[in-house]
């Protein structure tokens, strides 16, 4: 079956410690997100990439790093700098990229939790 | 669960019921719109999509309405079944050729 696998699906850390979730895509997709979303909110864009070794900043990339070093992989690292790391992570895949739009297809989601 | 659906407008509806999720959209010139499911702990499904040369949309027991006039979308789910209970969410390309931008959603809860 295709689709988009992140791993795991709840994820412990201490403060200070940077902490890296994986996502991984067999759909062939050029571009991939990563979103994060908090209670009663919305989904916020962290970071995007449309083509393997490229990546652009979302709405709120202060704190994280990414990677897309691979098609099928787009690897987040929450940083110490990220001041409220306790979220749920959403990576998401599409065809789509540019102005050509196609629907996001997501993973379920990654739990962080940094105390 | 995720509390994704805390502080949420929350929609109730007794199974059997058609239901209408409304959505308002911010930038005049996005031209693709989308409605999302999401299910307690889970990632958001796609349910359908718009693009703005269109007014309606239909699919499997959903319509979407698209009123660029007033900036609003709607989402209409016919008989809703228990199945249906959820948090849905609206996306807009704001601004076109950048990434979906996701409203705050709405709890839909079906009732027997």
């Known amino acids: 079956d295709g689709g988009i696998t992140q791993s795991p699906k709840y994820l412990f850390r201490k403060e200070g410690q940077n902490v890296t979730l994986s996502c991984e895509q067999n759909?062939?997709?050029?571009?991939m997100y990563w979103y994060r979303q908090d209670p009663g909110q919305g989904l916020r864009l962290i970071y995007y990439?449309?083509?393997?070794?490229?990546?652009q900043k979302g709405d709120i990339a202060e704190g994280y790093s990414v990677s897309r070093e691979k098609k099928e992989s787009f690897p987040l690292t929450v940083t110490s700098a990220q001041k409220n790391p306790t979220a749920f992570y959403l990576c998401a895949s599409s065809s789509g990229t540019g102005e050509v739009v196609s629907p996001l297809h997501f993973g379920n989601g990654t739990r962080l939790t940094v105390t | 669960g995720e509390s994704v659906g805390l502080h949420l407008p929350t929609l109730s509806v007794q199974e059997g019921d058609n239901s209408i999720i409304n959505c308002a959209y911010s930038?005049?010139?996005?031209?693709?719109f989308i409605w999302y499911k999401q299910e307690s702990g889970k990632g958001p499904q796609f349910i359908i999509d718009?693009?703005?040369?269109?007014d309606k949309r239909q699919g499997q027991r959903v319509t979407v309405l698209l009123n660029k006039t007033v900036k609003h979308l709607s989402l209409q789910i016919a008989a809703t079944q228990p199945g249906d209970s959820a948090v849905y969410f609206c996306a807009e390309n704001n601004p076109p050729g950048y990434a979906l931008n996701f409203g705050k959603g709405t709890s839909l809860l079906v009732t027997p």
């Open positions: 930038n005049s010139a996005s031209d693709y």
């Open positions: 718009i693009r703005s040369n269109m």
């Open positions: 990439s449309q083509i393997v070794n490229d990546f």
């Open positions: 759909l062939n997709h050029d571009a």
